[in-house]
């Protein structure tokens, strides 16, 4: 499954092995494949994103309750991201900016979603209803991010739209 493919011909993706389990891999220009594994635990890699830089994004499991992303450097550098104190954290999408959008679950198994810059810091947000959010989070080049809020227990879904100045629109 690719997901991205970067300004120098090198496309992102993740597979799945005879055995099920998810791996990422990088494919060369040339035919090279790197495979991609940044679990220590659960063999599993599940890459989300990658950019026109060769910055990748995914989400792995670091155990049996505990979801954890990752951003994985063009030079091969990963950086593990987890929302403080959250259950799970799952970006899934990045910008050629760097910024990566997603979403993190409470202990208490609330939803929520974020936005996480190149340096690290989140900014918090819910959906326009106030609901949290479980829907699929996309980053845009301009900082928009789009999303769905979902009023009525989920049983009707509206996409929204974030602006970088804090506008739903």
């Known amino acids: 499954w690719p997901v991205g493919i970067d300004e120098g011909g090198n496309i992102a993706g993740q597979y799945e092995d005879s055995l099920g389990f998810i791996h990422g ?3 060369s220009p040339s035919g090279a494949l790197r495979i991609i594994d940044v679990s220590t635990g659960d063999p599993s890699t599940n890459v989300v994103a990658f950019n026109g830089a060769g910055t990748m994004l995914g989400n792995f499991t670091q155990d049996p309750l505990l979801m954890r992303s990752f951003i994985r450097a063009r030079n091969g550098r990963v950086t593990f991201v987890d929302y403080p104190g959250a259950y799970i954290t799952s970006l899934s999408s990045l910008n050629d900016k760097g910024f990566a959008a997603g979403g993190y679950t409470t202990p208490e198994l609330t ?7 190149p340096e690290g810091r989140f900014t918090l947000f819910d959906s326009p209803s106030g609901n949290g959010g479980d829907c699929p989070v996309l980053i845009g080049s301009t ?4 999303s769905c809020d979902s009023s009525d227990g989920g049983l009707t879904d509206r996409g929204f739209i974030l602006r970088p100045n804090g506008r739903f629109d």
């Open 25 to 27: 891999f990088i494919r």
């Open 111 to 117: 939803g929520h979603m974020l936005i996480r810059d």
């Open 143 to 146: 900082g928009d991010v789009v």
